[in-house]
T-cell receptor, first 117, second 110 residues
Framework: DAGVIQSPRHEVTEMGQEVTLRCKPISGHDYLFWYRQTMMRGLELLIYFNNNVPIDDSGMPEDRFSAKMPNASFSTLKIQPSEPRDSAVYFC???????????????FGEGSRLTVL | GESVGLHLPTLSVQEGDNSIINCAYSNSASDYFIWYKQESGKGPQFIIDIRSNMDKRQGQRVTVLLNKTVKHLSLQIAATQPGDSAVYFCAETPHGKLSFGAGTTVTVRA
């Protein structure tokens, strides 16, 4: 299996521009997660989906952020308009439904490094 | 609010020695814990997990210890190798939503 695939790996954009990050989870995984990683705040959960349905988006910073999962093999995280403070590495992760219902190993992608100037 | 934290941000270890990385958690409802390793420029990678009904679990060169009384988790790495240099995160979940600690940077000295 190719693992979780994210694109782009690096994105540099100017403040005010729209940014779209893409993720292809591992085939057969029921859950998809978007995390953001910065030096100051570490790894923060933004949103997660179960069977393509958003379950918890309480970590999404503000209305400028939106995420979609139109099908089981694709998800997007969009920032519009982008701001310098959005600069971070954004990770997508997926997992199967765990043996005990809600647990199980998360498989992470390589991340998308976003720089907003 | 609830949080997962680490005792030390950095750890320097001589190659061949054993490493111990500690983690404190505060959510008493957490019932599942995972250790992840993150190498530079890569995503976190699963190392080992443990459920709250256990106090010890061993893997290949790694052991995780859980002390629910004091809400403490540790990762022991035996015979540390240069390839073990990375940032190590503990993560907890009460309901499938993983919360990560700040991370400990482990540097292995040759």
């Amino acid at each position: 299996d190719a693992g979780v695939i994210q694109s782009p790996r690096h994105e540099v954009t100017e403040m005010g521009q729209e940014v779209t990050l893409r993720c292809k989870p591992i085939s057969g995984h029921d859950y998809l997660f978007w995390y953001r990683q910065t030096m100051m705040r570490g790894l923060e959960l933004l949103i997660y989906f179960n069977n393509n349905v958003p379950i918890d988006d309480s970590g999404m910073p503000e209305d400028r952020f939106s995420a979609k999962m139109p099908n089981a093999s694709f998800s997007t995280l969009k920032i519009q308009p982008s701001e310098p403070r959005d600069s971070a590495v954004y990770f997508c992760a997926s997992r199967q439904k765990g043996d005990m219902g809600d647990t199980g190993e998360l498989f992470f992608g390589e991340g998308s490094r976003l720089t907003v100037l | 609010g609830e949080s997962v934290g680490l005792h030390l941000p950095t750890l320097s270890v001589q190659e061949g020695d054993n490493s111990i990385i500690n983690c404190a958690y505060s959510n008493s409802a957490s019932d599942y814990f995972i250790w992840y390793k993150q190498e530079s420029g890569k995503g976190p990678q699963f190392i080992i997990d443990i459920r709250s009904n256990m106090d010890k679990r061993q893997g290949q060169r790694v052991t995780v210890l859980l002390n629910k009384t004091v809400k403490h988790l540790s990762l022991q790495i035996a015979a540390t190798q240069p390839g073990d240099s990375a940032v190590y995160f503990c993560a907890e979940t009460p309901h499938g939503k993983l919360s990560f600690g700040a991370g400990t940077t482990v540097t292995v000295r040759a």
